[in-house]
């Protein structure tokens, strides 16, 4: 089993900044891919990023990349996502994922660990 819990969230203003950060407790050794969704209300969970523990290899969504930038700490079990020139339509809760599949994964199906959310609002 591997608990997460996110932390980081908040409100910003529209171009401002945010750091979201998700550690990893129980099995993590086993632990090799990482992501991020994201849900807005009355709208499907959507991928954001993610990332492979041993290679370091990652993804973006269209929507966030060059803005967003997603990495990870393994001494700290932590992974972070980094959020830039953030807009009103980045306003959603952002889940932190994890699985023991070796990968870098876009599809929420493939993951086994989620965290509780946590809420990022960006005001206009």
């Known amino acids: 089993q591997v608990q997460l819990v996110e932390s980081g969230g908040g409100l910003v203003q529209a171009g401002g900044s945010l750091r979201l950060s998700c550690t990893a407790s129980?099995?993590?050794?086993?632990?090799?891919?990482m992501g991020w969704f994201r849900q807005a209300p009355g709208k499907e969970r959507e991928f954001v990023a993610a990332?492979?523990?041993?290679?370091?290899?990652?993804l973006y969504a269209d929507s966030v990349k060059g803005r967003f930038t997603i990495s990870g700490d393994n001494a700290k079990n932590t992974v972070y996502l980094q959020m830039n020139s953030l807009k009103p339509e980045d306003t959603a809760v952002y889940y932190c994922?994890?699985?023991?599949?070796?990968?870098?994964?876009?599809?929420?199906?493939?993951?086994?660990?989620w965290g509780q959310g946590t809420q990022v609002t960006v005001s206009s």
């Open positions: 994922a994890a699985d023991q599949t070796m990968g870098v994964f876009i599809s929420a199906s493939r993951y086994d660990y």
């Open positions: 129980g099995r993590t050794s086993s632990t090799y891919a």
């Open positions: 990332i492979n523990w041993s290679g370091g290899r990652s």
